[in-house]
T-cell receptor, first 116, second 116 residues
């Protein structure tokens, strides 16, 4: 069975500071990994995903994440936070394209606050 | 980008009544829709998967007679919570995908259900 753990339900950073949101997963098969963002009153939007190939994945809005198999991690980072990055972030895992690619297992989410 | 509209955004109902939540894909054909539920401080949990014109597939532990899912068209899926009880109070989110398994998921903005 797959599972996702997001460390820290709330993270607060200063504008311009590094953003680091942690995600660890458990999967008995090679995982597909995702980060979604949810702004207030909106649906979840895909930030980035890892399927195969390069382990450092770049997404929208300057975010990137690195798949580290040895650490079973997929942490999300952004070098410089912007006020508009304040939102809820969800890490998710799936197992395969054909076997339920979109059957996602989500973490509990991390709320990111950015202060001036 | 593609949009999924979910209504209502919040609903309060009395115990024992039924509540219907709608999920519409506005500019694409949603051959598959997913319904998730999220309790406070917990992960989004997949409840069921529905393919247009077919019966929904429910996850283990989800009562299919309580959570009725209808996906009668390529643009509309509904979730009806029948005989709602306070323990059904939760945040419900739908997501939709087109025919290609590798296509992105598009999420609705969610429905907060409170059962008194």
């Amino acid at each position: 069975a797959q599972s996702v753990t997001q460390l820290g339900s709330h993270v607060s950073v200063s504008e311009g500071a590094l953003v680091l949101l942690r995600c660890n997963y458990s999967s008995s098969v090679p995982p597909y990994l995702f980060w979604y963002v949810q702004y207030p009153n909106q649906g979840l939007q895909l930030l980035l995903k890892y399927t195969t190939g390069a382990t450092l994945v770049k997404g929208i809005n300057g975010f990137e994440a690195e798949f580290k198999k040895s650490e079973t991690s997929f942490h999300l980072t952004k070098p410089s936070a912007h006020m508009s990055d304040a939102a809820e972030y969800f890490c998710a895992v799936s197992t395969s394209f054909s076997g339920g690619y979109n059957k996602l297992i989500f973490g509990a989410g991390t709320r990111l606050a950015v202060h001036p | 980008g593609a949009v999924v509209s979910q209504h209502p955004s919040w609903v309060i109902c009395k115990s024992g009544t039924s509540v219907k939540i709608e999920c519409r894909s506005l500019d694409f054909q949603a051959t598959t829709m997913f319904w998730y539920r999220q309790f406070p401080k917990q992960s989004l949990m997949l409840m069921a998967t529905s393919n247009e014109g077919s019966k929904a597939t429910y996850e283990q532990g989800v009562e299919k007679d309580k959570f009725l899912i209808n996906h009668a068209s390529l643009t509309l899926s509904t979730l009806t919570v029948t005989s709602a009880h306070p323990e059904d109070s939760s945040f419900y989110i739908c997501s939709a995908r087109g025919r290609d398994l590798r296509e992105k998921l598009f999420f609705g903005s969610g429905t907060q259900l409170s059962v008194l």
